[in-house]
């Protein structure tokens, strides 16, 4: 009885860690694809439309003229570029006199920087602005500090937080990071897409065929 319970625990862990290996390759090919259009949007962006709702996380594309920043920005702390600590300045971006969403303009060394209102300019000139998706949410990581509002002191970009603060609401579900190199350009959105599921897979196939040895060794010292 003995024999067959760890018989079946070996099985069990082993199908199991199998299965989790397939998993990591089903999200390996997912991710590889994802990258494939992201960097496909960057060098065609489209047009943003504000009809299309189910918008991939980070990709691409062109924000017409209608879109126009508005210099009230508050800075979110903490934000390192080329190991150097600074800031992220956010916008409020509005579409036909309305707040639709908010435009983080990069990082910046000092919430003084005369760059934010050149910028800012730069984008309302241009005739279309390539810039990349986030999702805006009121989720914030679990070791990063709430905002305050009352000091005007950000560490996330946070939906509710930022509708308290300018006291309207946004419209968007997505924030829009700058990306055009002909204004300002600081990160590419592909260095925020981890890929490390061809280890994960092989990692848990290794498991599952160190289980199935396991299972042969105690087998045969019991023979």
């Not at 990258?35 to 691409?60: K, V």
């Not at 971006?93 to 005369?114: Q, R, V």
Request: hydrophobic fraction near 40%; include cysteine.
């Amino acid at each position: 009885m003995r024999h067959k319970s760890i018989t079946v625990f070996f099985l069990f862990v082993s199908l199991l860690t199998f299965t989790l290996g397939c998993w990591q390759l089903y999200r390996l090919s997912w991710k590889n694809d994802l990258i494939d259009n992201i960097n496909s949007s960057i060098t065609n962006p489209e047009l943003f439309s504000q009809e299309i709702i189910d918008y991939n996380e980070l990709t691409a594309v062109k924000l017409n003229n209608k879109y126009k920043a508005i210099n009230q920005p508050i800075f979110i702390e903490s934000k390192t570029y080329q190991n150097k600590v600074g800031y992220h300045a956010i916008i409020p971006l509005f579409f036909n006199d309305e707040f639709y969403s908010i435009l983080n303009l990069g990082w910046f060394a000092n919430k003084n920087d005369s760059n934010v209102e050149k910028i800012i300019n730069q984008f309302n000139q241009k005739r279309d602005v390539i810039v990349y998706l986030r999702f805006l949410t009121s989720k914030k990581n679990l070791f990063v500090p709430e905002n305050n509002l009352d000091t005007n002191t950000w560490y996330s970009i946070n939906h509710d937080d930022l509708e308290k603060y300018f006291q309207d609401a946004i419209i968007s579900p997505y924030y829009f990071v700058l990306l055009d190199s002909e204004i300002k350009f600081d990160t590419n959105p592909i260095l925020f897409l981890r890929n490390n599921h061809l280890n994960y897979s092989i990692t848990w196939f290794l498991l599952s065929l160190s289980s199935i040895v396991m299972l042969l060794i105690i087998r045969r010292k019991n023979e």
